[in-house]
């Protein structure tokens, strides 16, 4: 089956989900956007008001902003794929309740594998904590963590940068550091591939890489 078979089936499962109470206040669901090849997906926490309105992802404000670091960061909103842990609003902008990230979850996961990204930025503590349970935002912003072989990246949301004007700079600094990041893990899937290759040649064996690391 194709991705974009498996990707059109997800979002019209999305599009029809009840599971949960967001179904009988929403107006559309968000199942989320981008290339199904995208190497760096963004995760925020759940659709506002003009997503609800229009079934797309980070179109209000806070989407703007987003499109605006994207190209600080040499990124292109149609070169990212975009969604969110919840894929229907809240009433009234509410945070997420546990049991409708439960209920949502398989949704998030299935567009995980599907699109298999290297990177994954999560904006926003709902999104940050299913990587980092427990933790604080403001102490691993910006840190990059391997995780299951992709990088995680932790950032504040771009509404927290609407509203409060001192996290503006820190999540443009944040947003600046990606192209780094990106070449870095490029560079050691080289190294990694030029080692296996080396090891399949001369029959030797290759060191393995630890599970999760944090890159300072
Ligand atoms: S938020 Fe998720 S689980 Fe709840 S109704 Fe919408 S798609 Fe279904």
Excluded at 29 to 52: K, Q, W
Excluded at 96 to 106: H, S, T, V, W, Y
Excluded at 181 to 198: D, K, P
């Amino acid at each position: 089956m194709s991705r974009e078979t498996v990707a059109d089936s997800l979002y019209a499962r999305v599009r029809e989900c009840d599971l949960c109470p967001l179904a009988r206040t929403r107006t559309h669901a968000v199942p989320g956007e981008g290339p199904l090849t995208a190497e760096v997906m963004f995760i925020g926490e759940a659709p506002g008001m003009n997503e609800d309105r229009q079934g797309r992802p980070f179109v209000g404000q806070a989407g703007q902003l987003l499109n605006e670091l994207l190209a600080s960061a040499g990124l292109t909103r149609e070169g990212v794929y975009i969604c969110n842990v919840l894929k229907c609003r809240p009433p009234n902008n509410r945070d997420p309740l546990p049991g409708e990230i439960d209920a949502c979850r398989d949704y998030l996961d299935e567009q995980i594998a599907l699109i298999d990204p290297r990177l994954i930025v999560t904006l926003g503590r709902f999104s940050m904590a299913r990587w980092f349970p427990g933790q604080s935002i403001s102490r691993i912003h910006g840190k990059v963590r391997e995780i299951d072989g992709r990088m995680v990246v932790p950032m504040y949301h771009p509404a927290a940068a609407l509203h409060q004007q001192s996290l503006r700079e820190t999540i443009i600094h944040d947003f600046e550091a990606l192209p780094a990041i990106l070449e870095h893990w490029r560079a050691e899937r080289a190294s990694a591939a030029a080692a296996e290759a080396f090891a399949s040649a001369t029959g030797t064996i290759g060191a393995t890489s630890s599970q999760m690391r944090l890159f300072e």
